[in-house]
């Protein structure tokens, strides 16, 4: 039930094709891709046969939404191409390395990372399959520290509540998350936007006081932090995961990202949302920050909240969080609170999830 209702509330609830990349073996996917191509060679052969369907394009634009037409771009093809290569001789990339080795190969089609990224997933929205199964592995940026074991597929064992503050680096290859088995007696995943807060956190070890694991991605969410705070939340489903994003609309994105998928992800951003509540900071914490802390409004904040303020999933309070913001015309960043000492914020966080302070 509460997998449906994260379905429904994602940002492709409305078309569940758009939920469906599917996890495959190397064998698969590049059957799928020889496929591809022999149906296209024989629609281009026969004028007579039936029209493709159009697929659901993460192109951008009308110009690029048929099967037919996708396959004629010379960036998708290449991009198969090397794909189909990369899994044949069994080795994962990422996707700077995947940009390098087609700059050099293609230049011609390919001259940022941005134009490989999107090209990336118009392929799985091509094929219906993971990155991770087009042999494309995530870069990580993440870490997560506090009450968990972690257990490798090579018997090794990880316990993150005797790490340093800069906690267990997660890495970037979802075949070895998937792989990992958790042990914990914790109650509560706190998701932190920033390293530097989390890093606070950790060192002054709020999970010895209050059971809980600490992940953050260090910033805007990568994959593999998704995905491993994924699989958290399906291993103990009666856990609750809340987040610690700055008073912003870009902290407010960060948690709906956690919460809903990304749309620059494609078929694969549902696959990856949790039920994320938020914790702070909110307008209720205003009152703890010195005038002297509040910062104006950013054109890039404003950029963000319009993209919010259009978007149908945002839930009531966070849209009331967010016209807050635009009311005021000021920002706040989790940092404020060391006005009241650096312990402040390990009380501040326990206090709220004690309470049930959180949306």
Same mark, same amino acid.
């Given at each position: 039930m509460a997998e449906a209702g994260v379905a429904a509330a994602s940002l492709f609830g409305a078309d569940r094709r758009l939920c469906s990349a599917d996890i495959l073996p190397p064998a698969e996917v590049r059957a799928r891709i020889e496929v591809a191509v022999l149906n296209f060679l024989a629609a281009l052969t026969d004028p007579a046969a039936p029209a493709i369907s159009a697929l659901p394009l993460i192109s951008? $634009? %009308? %110009?690029n939404r048929g099967l037919r037409r996708a396959l004629l771009r010379d960036d998708v093809s290449s991009v198969m191409e090397m794909c189909y290569k990369i899994l044949g001789e069994g080795k994962l990339v990422t996707l700077r390395e995947l940009f390098y080795t087609l700059l050099?190969?293609?230049p011609t089609y390919f001259t940022c990372q941005?134009?490989?990224n999107q090209t990336v997933q118009d392929v799985v929205s091509l094929l219906r399959c993971t990155r991770q199964s087009l042999g494309i592995m995530a870069s990580s940026r993440g870490a997560l520290i506090g009450r968990l074991v972690l257990q490798g597929p090579e018997e090794e064992h990880v316990d993150c509540s005797i790490l340093g503050p800069s906690g267990? %680096?997660?890495t970037g290859d979802l075949n070895v998350l998937s792989k990992l088995?958790?042990?914990s007696d914790a109650r509560y995943i706190i998701v932190v936007e920033k390293d530097a807060i989390f890093q606070r956190l950790a060192e002054d070890r709020i999970y010895s006081q209050l059971p809980c694991i600490l992940i953050t991605a260090k910033g805007y969410p990568d994959l593999a932090t998704r995905f491993i705070l994924h699989r958290l939340s399906q291993t103990y489903p009666n856990m609750p995961i809340f987040a610690l994003v700055d008073w912003n609309p870009a902290g407010l994105a960060i948690l709906c990202t956690y919460k809903y998928g990304s749309i620059s992800m494609g078929l694969e951003s549902y696959r990856y949302a949790c039920n994320v509540k938020w914790l702070g900071l909110r $307008?209720?914490?205003l009152q703890l920050i010195p005038q002297s802390a509040y910062q104006e409004l950013?054109?890039?904040d404003l950029q963000i909240a319009k993209s919010l303020l259009s978007s149908k999933f945002l839930q009531d309070k966070h849209r009331a969080e967010l016209t807050l913001?635009?009311?005021?015309?000021?920002r706040a960043e989790i940092e404020a609170l060391y006005s009241h000492g650096f312990d402040f914020l390990g009380k501040y966080v326990a206090r709220k999830i004690v309470q049930g302070d959180y949306i």
């Open positions: 951008r $634009g %009308a %110009a050099s190969e293609s941005r134009h490989v267990h %680096a997660i088995i958790f042990s $307008g209720d914490d950013k054109p890039r913001m635009l009311e005021t015309s000021k």
